[in-house]
């Protein structure tokens, strides 16, 4: 058979040493049965066999898990790249060099505000200054580093000075997305971006990435930031406006695969797991669950007439929808966090730009 699937994220724990407030999978303590080292290292096998060409481990936190860089080197020695996301709380220079011995070449550390927001969202003091210190500790040792961030209401504000921050660290890659309603981000909704935010969020997002793409760092969007907005040939074209740059759906179960700790298999690590879930790799092989299972074969085929006849369950029927208003509607009351783009921390050289950027000087609903 031609695999088609060439990209897993395993979670490898659920372990975490940190309590953020968006975290959708609500890590924290090991999930119940995660795979002992051996099962990892048969899972390592069986995804060079099915045509896996790159792994990035997660958690939780991965590191925490003791045989952590047993996995990654045989992950590395079976002839996939190895890869890892990273809260960075904790990640000295010494576990740096060992990571690099073992094989890892990327990894991602997430920034999700400057010092004071970084924290508040982290739930743990000291967690930004740790990010940096862990940038400084991998790219010291030959480690390739990006950042991931996440925009809500409170990042929102600070995106541009975030921007400042990673690339003065020396940051060549940067992976944007929204918080989404999952885990324990739906619990603290008042964080979430709202739909009528994001006319004063988008021109914010390329105006930044225009000044990244000049400046060397690649802006990586993730799915839901633009959907064919204005600005998304740019975002997606890395800075150049292609018309043949656009998002071109969901990749469940087509080039990637997600990995829960337990063993637990489905086409993205994003969906939720309990609809989702193909089969557990204790029960069936990894081949197996890939070749046979619905739950990571819905995406197969699919095109862009069929609308949602090929989903199921929440997603097929879901109750949520945009709702229209007046353009002179008045803003929602007692909303303390509510973004527009008067409360963006421009400084220096932006706001110098921003005069001939209308879109960002415009006034406010």
């Known amino acids: 058979m031609n ?10 724990t659920l372990k975490c040493n940190l309590a953020c407030q968006h975290c959708g999978s609500r890590a924290g303590h090991t999930r119940t049965k995660e795979l002992s080292t051996e099962e990892a290292l048969d899972m390592v096998k069986q ?4 045509g896996i060409t790159e792994v990035t481990l997660i958690g939780g936190e991965a590191f925490l898990r003791p045989d952590w860089l047993e996995i990654a080197k045989a992950i590395t020695d079976a002839g996939m790249m190895c890869s890892m996301t990273t809260g960075g709380f904790g990640i ?6 060992r990571m690099k011995e073992a094989g890892i070449r990327v990894v991602s550390v997430s920034v999700d505000g400057l010092e004071a927001t970084h924290d508040r969202l982290r739930g743990r003091k000291g967690s930004w200054q740790w ?3 862990t940038i400084g500790n991998l790219r010291q040792v030959g480690i390739f580093v990006g950042c991931n961030t996440q925009i809500n209401r409170l990042s929102a504000p600070e995106f541009p000075q975030i921007y400042e921050r990673i690339r003065d660290a020396g940051v060549l890659a940067w992976q944007i997305q929204l918080t989404v ?6 619990d603290n909704s008042e964080i979430l971006m709202q739909p009528y935010e994001l006319l004063d969020l988008y021109p914010m997002i390329a105006h930044v990435a225009k000044r990244a793409y000049k400046e060397g760092v690649q802006v990586q969007p993730g799915n839901n930031i633009g959907y064919y907005g204005p600005y998304e040939r740019l975002l997606r074209g890395q800075g150049k406006d292609n018309p043949w740059a656009f998002w071109q759906g969901c990749n469940a179960g087509l080039s990637t695969l997600g990995i829960e700790a337990d063993g637990a298999i489905k086409g993205c690590p994003s969906l939720p797991t309990s609809v989702y879930t193909g089969g557990n790799i204790r029960d069936y092989s990894l081949r197996k669950i890939i070749e046979e299972t619905e739950e990571l074969r819905f995406n197969l085929g699919a095109d862009t007439t069929q609308g949602t006849e090929h989903l199921w369950g929440f997603c097929k029927g879901c109750e949520f929808a945009l709702i229209e208003e007046p ?6 009351e007692n909303d303390p966090l509510h973004f527009t783009r008067d409360h963006i921390q421009w400084h220096g050289i932006w706001q110098k730009e921003n005069k001939s950027t209308p879109e960002l000087v415009a006034v406010s609903k």
Request: hydrophobic share 50%.
């Open 181 to 186: 309603p999952m885990g324990n981000a739906a």
């Open 131 to 133: 990010a940096f210190k």
């Open 47 to 50: 995804l060079a066999e099915v």
């Open 3 to 12: 695999y088609r699937i060439s990209y897993a994220v395993w979670e490898i």
């Open 92 to 97: 000295t220079l010494d576990t740096a060099r």
């Open 327 to 332: 353009i002179n509607a008045p803003w929602p």
